[in-house]
């Protein structure tokens, strides 16, 4: 007498193998690719008709104006600055590719009314009008994956209320989210944001909002108020094929806890503490996009040879951006 396992019991594993492979498939494929910024990825803002800005504001990429031709205010730029030249023409047309791959994508579900106290898994979610965060925090959790992406397609405007704050958990990176937004997009003051803003018309960033990510608007003005932006960079931010992990510089850190210190402290009405901020991210550091020369740009020595990020104490379990 032979003993063995049933035909029947070997088929109906060969039939759960089956399903677990196609479940797992589904799920990778289902999981949406990154939006390739192009030539606009190097650039912190990137307006339409104006840029205007008030107060001592800090960008540590570029900033860029096409077709308009007015630059107000004097912003801190560290990146280069193009106005209407063959650079911005350029990026305003990889802007244009970019809003309307994420526009295009196929939607995971929606991202309701309200960002509140709302937290996201990766994938594509889709708010037919307007989209707010009203209050407090909405979270954005990779999982464990530090590839995951997040589109934001919104139908008309983006609007965050004053001392809100999208925060990252799981390994997501800010390279990695993007909004793309219907008409405008205004950022409360003292909000904390993270990922890349792609607005049809403009863009307003209220006074000590901070963004570690990008602010670029087709065809309407950029207008700041004594902003901190830090361009989130990582391998897939030109290309859009993914992978990678993303380059933060000790300048930038240090400058946005700092700047997220401060808008901390004046939201709560106190007095700043002398402890800093946790890092904005738990990432290797590494080279910052494309060097430049010093000699034309002498704030950039200091970002040649980016060194790994100090440990700073935690206050937070998660990373605020």
């Given at each position: ?157 983006l609007i965050t209320g004053s001392n809100t704050s999208v925060s990252l958990v799981g390994g997501a ?11 405008s997009a205004t950022l409360g003051t003292g909000t904390r944001f993270a990922g890349t803003v792609m ?123």
């Amino acid at each position: 007498m032979k003993y063995g396992v049933p035909k029947s019991y070997r088929a109906g594993l060969l039939v759960l193998g089956l399903l677990s492979t196609l479940l797992f498939a589904s799920s990778a494929f289902g999981a949406p690719a990154t939006v390739g910024l192009g030539t606009a990825a190097s650039f912190s803002v990137l307006g339409g008709s104006t840029v205007t800005n008030t107060g001592p504001t800090t960008m540590f990429g570029d900033l860029g104006l096409s077709p308009g031709s007015s630059v107000t205010g004097a912003p801190h730029v560290l990146g280069q600055t193009h106005v209407d030249d063959a650079v911005a023409i350029g990026a305003k047309n990889s802007l244009t590719t970019a809003y309307n791959d994420a526009a295009g994508r196929p939607s995971s579900g929606s991202a309701g009314t309200d960002l509140a106290g709302q937290t996201f898994s990766p994938g594509v979610r889709t708010a037919s009008s307007s989209l707010l965060l009203s209050s407090g925090s909405v979270t954005l959790d990779a999982q464990g994956d530090p590839n995951a992406v997040f589109i934001f397609q919104i139908g008309s405007t983006l609007i965050t209320g004053s001392n809100t704050s999208v925060s990252l958990v799981g390994g997501a990176q800010a390279c990695n989210v993007f909004w793309q937004v219907g008409s405008s997009a205004t950022l409360g003051t003292g909000t904390r944001f993270a990922g890349t803003v792609m607005a049809s018309a403009s863009i307003t960033a209220n006074t000590a909002a901070t963004i570690h990510g990008r602010l670029l608007a087709s065809t309407g003005a950029v207008t700041l108020d004594t902003n901190t932006i830090t361009t989130s960079n990582c391998a897939s931010s030109v290309s859009g094929s993914g992978g990678g992990t993303e380059t933060v510089t000790p300048a930038e850190a240090a400058k946005l806890a700092e700047a997220t210190r401060l808008a901390e402290a004046a939201g709560s009405g106190t007095t700043p503490a002398t402890t800093p901020l946790p890092p904005i991210g738990s990432r290797t550091v590494g080279k910052h996009g494309k060097h430049r020369s010093s000699a034309k740009h002498p704030h950039h020595s200091s970002r040649k040879h980016p060194l790994a990020r100090p440990a700073l104490p935690h206050r937070r379990a998660s990373f605020t951006g």
